[in-house]
């Protein structure tokens, strides 16, 4: 990786810039770190990438954000390790995710999750993942024990990680990128659960996982959309009791993401608002 750094900085409402943050890490640039946090009341998103921006792709950003996109070289310096090693740890139910060299304190039962400092496919920062956790603790404090598990898109593999860590089930995490699947194996190593989770480059739903056993828990944290668009496969491969978190979709995008899996013969079971998105626990008519 070539030691030169382009920061690109842009301003905008926090479901803009999430949405924005979510298609420069899909995107072919050479993005290698993203970081989205409020500064004196204002939403703000910095891109590292490792080349220089063209500005057809400045352009796009500021189009999509609607303010002004500032673009500089940053000085020789591992940018993308100094940014992570300052991100505050974040709890989500029983489940908290760290990017520091060592894990805080914690208190008693949690599940320390270290994501270490490197190429940026998603910390745990996002409140679509921490809303994935935090309805995966709401399953597991029904006592309920999924067996497999599928990550749908699983970025970094936190998700995954998390349910390596606290189910005995065997655990399967696909991404279309082969890089994230290159990271997330090894955050799983670094969580000491690579042995339990089986990572595949996958685009969707393909043949690997319509030939699997069907899945207890399936996780879909990816963009309404897709999620749409992928309604029956996705559905096609949960187990009659099995259980569906649905994230990647913004407070008015609900109702159309729940109907399409709805037809599917799926109910909600619950739901939760962080931020600007909401995350769905969905199961089939005849669960139990």
Known sequence: ???EVWQTTLHGSQATLEQLEDWVEQDDFEVVSTSLFVEN?????EIASQSEPSKTWLTELRDACGGEVKCTQLPDKNWVLESQR????????????????????LPEHSIAIGIPAGMAFGTGHHGTT?????LFDQLLNESVQPDPI??????????????????????VATDIDAVAIEVANQNAAANLVADRIRFWVADGVNHQLQASSLFGLIFANILAAPLIEMSKDISSLLAPKGQLILAGLLHEQTDEVCAAFQT?????????EVGDWTILRMQPYAAR
């Open 1 to 3: 990786m070539s030691n």
């Open 41 to 45: 009341k204002q939403w703000k998103l």
């Open 86 to 105: 300052f991100l505050a740890p974040v709890e989500a139910g029983r489940f908290v995710i760290y990017a520091s060299e060592a894990p805080p304190a």
């Open 130 to 134: 921490s809303g994935c956790l935090r």
């Open 150 to 171: 599928l990550d749908l898109g699983t970025g970094a593999g936190i998700l995954a990680i998390a349910a390596a860590k606290t189910c005995l089930g065997s655990v």
């Open 264 to 272: 599917q013969g799926l109910k909600m079971v619950s739901s939760l």
